[in-house]
Antibody, heavy 122, light 110 residues
Framework: EVQLVESGGGLVKPGGSLRLSCAAS????????MTWVRQAPGKGLEWVGR??????????DCAAPVKGRFTISRDDSKNTLFLEMNSLKTEDTAVYYC?????????????WGQGTRVTVSS | QSVLTQPPSASGTPGQRVTISCSGS????????VNWYQQLPGTAPKLLIY???QRPSGVPDRFSGSKSGTSASLAISGLQSEDEADYYC???????????FGGGTKLTVL
């Protein structure tokens, strides 16, 4: 079964840090471009960033609101995706989803995790 | 403000056909394919339409997508109560180098 399972969310104070993980199974993780998407309470979906597969140069792209504060990485030996979040702001409060395309979808994400909640509050 | 513009709400009665629009620009919808997601309350999004008009395996053919120029549409025919959800369009934006989402449309089945 194809599955993504996020973990690491929680309550953190403004200015703090948090590291999210996403464990993948059921597909060839090493070949997958992995993406983080977040959803603030009562709001829509927001693309956070992605990391390409190492065979496609392994580079990352991040959205402007998180650039310089968030870092996306991967451990292909453990089929795990990470999101390192620093200098957190209250506006980073959201459910964070990891997602990917396991079949050719022209950029659409066909597999999503259940999400992990991050709350930034003093 | 979302880069892609969707109506905040839509509604229909069971059996009806409803459409949801998604308006963008030349840097996103105008030059890249559009994907649609359905998000049921309290759950993760689900890919509904990809490559403008393709359905993933398991998605009923009641759902269809189209694109023209810098706009796209999602149509749902034979509306059912279980279609009540939030719907989002998305596309890659060549200028911003990010995936942009619409603000979402809340569909109510009356």
């Amino acid at each position: 079964e194809v599955q993504l399972v996020e973990s690491g969310g929680g309550l953190v104070k403004p200015g703090g840090s948090l590291r999210l993980s996403c464990a993948a199974s059921g597909f060839t993780f090493i070949n997958a471009w992995m993406t983080w998407v977040r959803q603030a309470p009562g709001k829509g979906l927001e693309w956070v960033g992605r990391i390409k597969s190492k065979t496609d140069d392994g580079t990352t792209d991040c959205a402007a609101p998180v650039k310089g504060r968030f870092t996306i990485s991967r451990d292909d030996s453990k089929n795990t995706l990470f999101l390192e979040m620093n200098s957190l702001k209250t506006e980073d409060t959201a459910v964070y989803y990891c997602t990917t395309a396991t079949v050719p979808t022209g950029g659409g994400f066909d597999v999503w995790g259940q999400g992990t909640r991050v709350t930034v509050s003093s | 403000q979302s880069v892609l513009t969707q109506p905040p709400s839509a509604s229909g009665t069971p059996g009806q056909r409803v459409t949801i629009s998604c308006s963008g620009s030349s840097s996103n919808i105008g030059s890249n394919t559009v994907n649609w997601y359905q998000q049921l309350p309290g759950t993760a999004p689900k890919l509904l339409i990809y490559n403008n008009d393709q359905r993933p395996s398991g998605v009923p053919d009641r759902f269809s997508g189209s694109k023209s120029g810098t706009s796209a549409s999602l149509a749902i025919s034979g509306l059912q109560s279980e279609d009540e959800a939030d719907y989002y369009c998305a596309a890659w934006d060549d200028s911003l180098n990010v995936v942009v989402f619409g603000g979402g449309t809340k569909l109510t089945v009356l």
